[in-house]
């Protein structure tokens, strides 16, 4: 029995009376209900919207009244006893529930009453109070159990501790492995060329897909040229891709980002480095426990989104870049239902990166209190998941701004690490230098790096990168090619944003030095003496002393009076 199947057999049997199914997998969740209705030798009985109820075998179930077991063709009677008809049909549906009694087959076995598509209904206060009625009657009225079926999550709040909600996953390695077999027997051998290393990779790019999704892009792969090959994963990959970018919160994000192309940030990338294989079967069994994710804190332009995007390629994994302000939506209930099935299609694709750029900008605002605590529901959804997450998803998250982050998030224990990214220093600047020149087809060795990397102190990444730009335009445009000199005139006509927002990254600084690890080794944070002018000399200290993070501090006990 797989887990889906198991809890639900268990909330059945306990007569737990309403639960609701969150899933797009209507087929595959019927299986499992059908499954279980015949284990437990209860009726199964389904309802939509166009159909009414039917049984098990496509008929319209007995309606009270009708004799002893004898199966009714006529229509529900219909009262207006609501607005619509649509909801007068919803709350027959339920008085069905009540009524039913086993067909009058002298048997008390019971049965599932699955509602497909009920969300639409459940809001009107005729259908919830029915639905309240029902929670407290069924327990005491045979073996009753109504499920709602859907894809969308719409539980009214007067209805919250009489509805059981169960997210069913999505299918895991072993049934989307099933599909694969299934597909594979159905073909000639011959059509079939995947060893064991090409099957498994041929199921983990299907991770994230529904059954019917993975069965179609399975099919496809065969179909368009007649063979399954290893080759074919890019066309499940692609069909994953589309899936992720529905889910309309999350976005698979192809980066060619390598960890060679930071400059600087020695530590962080150390740190990264050693966490390599972590999301794996082998660290679990050494004995290493999953890590939860890490924030990246700092000045713009400084490397922290490019630094999230390289450590997909690094370790080997998709990465998912979640929009987490997009999950906010219009109507009631939408942005928690965002959040869940943006985790949920995370973690089907696991083990991944999921990317969360700008948390602030999410999670900002949270203390207006003019969205009836919607913000700070999706924040404790998403907190209370990062800290019992089971599966191998690695949370990357990037901020600019502290002050708006809510104090919860730092906690202790909700990320593995918070690093803070600074405006790289000499040897860092020469490292950026190189990267940029290398990577517009210059070779490093006809500048002088050295002279470059002082004449851009306080520059970000960014802007270095902007003034390399700036210089090919004017060589471009007296045709012919860049050197030193041009480069070093662009950086002395940049205003860096270290002198227009001098203020706020030394806040910044100050929030750091006591409660994030410095995303650079103190050796490489040394400015060349001769020119050591500019930068505070407490930040300087601070920045070379890579001091044991305080995280667990609240950003509130840091914000500036008033
Ligand atoms: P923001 O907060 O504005 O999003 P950020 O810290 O995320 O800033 P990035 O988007 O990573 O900054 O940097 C912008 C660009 O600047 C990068 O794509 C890269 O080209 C260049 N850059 C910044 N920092 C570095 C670095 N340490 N090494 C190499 N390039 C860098």
């Given amino acids: 029995m797989d887990p889906i199947q198991q809890e639900l057999d268990v909330l059945i049997r306990a007569r737990y009376p309403i639960l609701y199914l969150v899933s797009w997998e209507e087929p595959r969740v019927m299986r499992t209900l059908r499954s279980i209705a015949r284990r437990q030798e209860k009726e199964l009985l389904t309802w939509t919207v166009t159909d009414g109820w039917t049984t098990a075998d496509g008929r319209p179930p007995a309606r009270p009244g009708d004799a002893g077991g004898r199966r009714s063709t006529s229509p529900a009677p219909r009262r207006t006893r609501s607005s619509t008809v649509e909801v007068d049909q919803a709350l027959d549906a339920l008085d069905l529930v009540e009524q039913w009694d086993s067909g009058g087959q002298g048997s008390a076995r019971g049965a599932l009453f699955v509602l497909k598509d009920f969300d ?318 290398r990577r517009r087809g210059r070779d490093p060795k006809n500048y002088d790096l050295d002279a470059l990397a002082r004449a851009a102190r306080q520059f970000s990444g960014a802007e270095i990168e902007q003034a390399i730009v700036a210089a090919l335009f004017d060589a471009f445009d007296e045709n012919r090619d860049i050197n030193t000199e041009d480069i070093k005139r662009n950086v002395e006509v940049t205003v860096p944003i270290s002198r227009t927002m001098a203020e706020r990254i030394e806040a910044l600084r100050d929030w750091a030095d006591e409660r994030a690890r410095p995303a650079s080794f103190a050796e490489d944070l040394v400015e060349p003496e001769d020119e050591d002018g500019g930068e505070p000399a407490k930040a300087k200290a601070s920045r070379a002393t890579a001091r044991k993070p305080k995280v667990e501090a609240s950003v509130s006990e840091v914000k500036p009076e008033g």
């Fill in 120 to 437: 639409p209904y459940i809001n009107a206060p005729a259908v919830e109070r029915r639905l309240r009625d029902l929670a407290m009657r069924l327990p005491y009225a045979g073996y009753k159990t109504i499920v709602v079926l859907s894809p969308v999550l719409k539980v009214p709040s007067h209805l919250e501790k009489d509805i059981t909600v169960v997210d069913v996953d999505l299918p895991g390695y072993d049934d989307l492995k099933a599909i694969l077999d299934r597909i594979v027997k159905s073909v000639s051998p011959e059509a079939v060329m995947l060893d064991d290393e090409g099957t498994e990779a041929f199921v983990k790019a299907a991770l994230g897909l529904t059954s019917a999704e993975a069965e179609n892009v399975f099919a496809k792969a065969l179909v368009m040229d007649g063979k399954l090959e290893r080759m074919d994963v890019n066309i499940v990959l692609s069909e994953k891709k589309q899936v992720v970018r529905k889910s309309g919160t999350l976005e698979y994000y192809e980066s060619d980002a390598k960890f060679g192309d930071i400059g600087g940030l020695s530590a962080l990338k150390d740190w990264l480095r050693k966490r390599r294989g972590s999301l794996t079967q082998r660290a679990r069994d050494f004995g290493l426990p999953e890590p939860a994710g890490a924030l990246l804190i700092g000045v713009q332009g400084c490397g922290k989104s490019l630094a999230a995007k390289a450590i997909g390629a690094l370790w080997e994994m998709p990465l998912l870049r979640f929009d987490i302000g997009s999950v906010f939506g219009r109507y009631v209930g939408e942005s928690e239902q965002n959040m869940r099935k943006a985790i949920a299609v995370a973690e089907a694709v696991a083990p991944c990166v999921l990317w969360i750029d700008e948390l602030e900008k999410g999670f900002s605002g949270m203390s207006g209190g003019e969205d009836s605590g919607t913000s700070s529901r999706v924040l404790s959804y998403f907190l209370t998941w990062l800290q019992e997450k089971k599966k191998p998803v690695f949370v990357i998250a990037t901020a600019n701004d502290v002050q708006k982050l809510p104090p919860e998030l730092l906690r202790k224990g909700r990320l593995d690490e918070i690093f803070f990214i600074d405006l790289p220093a000499h040897k860092e600047r020469v490292d950026i230098f190189d990267i940029h020149l």
